[in-house]
Nanobody, 122 residues
Framework: QVQLVESGGGLVQAGGSLGVSCAASGSIFSINRMGWYRQAPGTQRELVAT???????NYADSVKGRFTISRDNAKNTVYLQMNSLKSEDTAVYYC????????????????WGQGTQVTVSS
Protein backbone atom coordinates (compact mmCIF):
# COMPACT_ATOMS: atom_id res chain seq x y z
CA GLN A 1 0.00 0.00 0.00
CA VAL A 2 3.06 2.21 0.35
CA GLN A 3 6.05 2.13 -1.94
CA LEU A 4 9.39 3.83 -1.37
CA VAL A 5 11.52 4.15 -4.48
CA GLU A 6 15.12 5.28 -4.21
CA SER A 7 17.19 6.74 -7.00
CA GLY A 8 20.52 8.42 -7.54
CA GLY A 9 23.09 5.93 -6.29
CA GLY A 10 26.22 5.14 -8.24
CA LEU A 11 29.99 5.22 -8.35
CA VAL A 12 31.98 8.23 -7.23
CA GLN A 13 35.60 8.92 -6.37
CA ALA A 14 36.68 9.61 -2.82
CA GLY A 15 36.21 13.26 -2.01
CA GLY A 16 33.36 13.58 -4.46
CA SER A 17 29.65 14.19 -4.01
CA LEU A 18 26.52 12.24 -4.72
CA GLY A 19 22.83 12.71 -4.03
CA VAL A 20 20.13 10.12 -3.52
CA SER A 21 16.41 10.59 -3.29
CA CYS A 22 13.42 8.53 -2.18
CA ALA A 23 9.82 9.09 -3.19
CA ALA A 24 6.93 7.60 -1.27
CA SER A 25 3.66 6.75 -2.97
CA GLY A 26 0.46 4.88 -2.22
CA SER A 27 -2.44 5.31 0.19
CA ILE A 28 -0.59 7.86 2.28
CA PHE A 29 -2.38 9.95 4.85
CA SER A 30 0.74 11.44 6.40
CA ILE A 31 4.46 10.82 6.74
CA ASN A 32 6.17 11.48 10.04
CA ARG A 33 9.84 10.61 10.22
CA MET A 34 11.86 9.84 7.10
CA GLY A 35 15.41 8.65 7.05
CA TRP A 36 18.32 6.94 5.43
CA TYR A 37 20.12 3.83 6.60
CA ARG A 38 23.00 1.98 5.03
CA GLN A 39 24.43 -1.51 5.04
CA ALA A 40 27.89 -2.50 3.92
CA PRO A 41 28.73 -6.15 3.17
CA GLY A 42 29.12 -8.18 6.34
CA THR A 43 27.79 -5.43 8.59
CA GLN A 44 24.50 -4.54 10.21
CA ARG A 45 22.25 -1.86 8.80
CA GLU A 46 23.03 1.45 10.47
CA LEU A 47 21.37 4.81 10.76
CA VAL A 48 22.71 7.56 8.54
CA ALA A 49 20.26 10.41 9.05
CA THR A 50 16.63 11.13 9.87
CA UNK A 51 14.33 14.10 9.44
CA UNK A 52 10.99 14.78 11.08
CA UNK A 53 7.96 16.18 9.33
CA UNK A 54 8.85 19.52 10.87
CA UNK A 55 12.41 19.41 9.58
CA UNK A 56 14.32 18.37 12.69
CA UNK A 57 17.36 16.39 11.61
CA ASN A 58 19.58 13.79 13.22
CA TYR A 59 22.85 12.42 11.87
CA ALA A 60 25.22 9.60 12.64
CA ASP A 61 28.51 10.95 13.97
CA SER A 62 30.34 9.42 11.01
CA VAL A 63 28.51 11.63 8.49
CA LYS A 64 28.00 14.87 10.42
CA GLY A 65 29.25 17.85 8.48
CA ARG A 66 29.42 15.86 5.24
CA PHE A 67 25.86 14.64 4.60
CA THR A 68 22.67 16.68 4.49
CA ILE A 69 19.18 15.24 4.71
CA SER A 70 16.18 17.20 3.49
CA ARG A 71 12.60 16.53 2.44
CA ASP A 72 9.82 17.91 0.30
CA ASN A 73 6.59 17.19 2.10
CA ALA A 74 4.48 18.14 -0.91
CA LYS A 75 6.24 15.46 -2.96
CA ASN A 76 6.59 12.89 -0.14
CA THR A 77 10.26 12.79 -1.00
CA VAL A 78 13.40 12.68 1.11
CA TYR A 79 16.87 13.53 -0.14
CA LEU A 80 20.39 12.81 1.04
CA GLN A 81 23.23 14.94 -0.25
CA MET A 82 26.58 13.31 0.39
CA ASN A 83 29.76 15.37 0.17
CA SER A 84 33.41 14.59 0.88
CA LEU A 85 32.67 10.92 0.37
CA LYS A 86 35.02 8.32 1.79
CA SER A 87 35.55 4.69 0.86
CA GLU A 88 33.91 3.68 4.13
CA ASP A 89 30.68 5.29 2.92
CA THR A 90 30.35 2.48 0.39
CA ALA A 91 27.12 0.64 1.12
CA VAL A 92 23.58 0.00 0.01
CA TYR A 93 21.53 2.99 1.14
CA TYR A 94 17.96 2.35 2.23
CA CYS A 95 15.16 4.84 2.61
CA UNK A 96 12.85 4.47 5.60
CA UNK A 97 9.61 6.25 6.42
CA UNK A 98 7.06 6.21 9.21
CA UNK A 99 3.80 6.41 7.28
CA UNK A 100 0.19 6.63 8.31
CA UNK A 101 -2.20 5.21 5.76
CA UNK A 102 -5.95 5.36 5.63
CA UNK A 103 -8.14 2.73 4.08
CA UNK A 104 -11.06 2.12 6.37
CA UNK A 105 -8.94 2.80 9.44
CA UNK A 106 -5.71 4.62 10.15
CA UNK A 107 -2.57 2.50 10.38
CA UNK A 108 0.98 3.64 11.06
CA UNK A 109 3.97 1.53 10.04
CA UNK A 110 7.59 1.80 8.99
CA UNK A 111 8.29 1.17 5.34
CA TRP A 112 11.56 0.49 3.55
CA GLY A 113 12.79 1.14 0.05
CA GLN A 114 14.59 -1.47 -2.01
CA GLY A 115 18.00 0.15 -1.58
CA THR A 116 20.43 1.89 -3.88
CA GLN A 117 24.13 1.12 -4.15
CA VAL A 118 26.65 3.84 -3.40
CA THR A 119 30.26 2.95 -4.17
CA VAL A 120 33.14 5.26 -3.33
CA SER A 121 36.42 4.42 -5.00
CA SER A 122 39.68 5.39 -3.34
Amino acid sequence: QVQLVESGGGLVQAGGSLGVSCAASGSIFSINRMGWYRQAPGTQRELVATISSGGTTNYADSVKGRFTISRDNAKNTVYLQMNSLKSEDTAVYYCNALVTIYTTIYRTNYYWGQGTQVTVSS
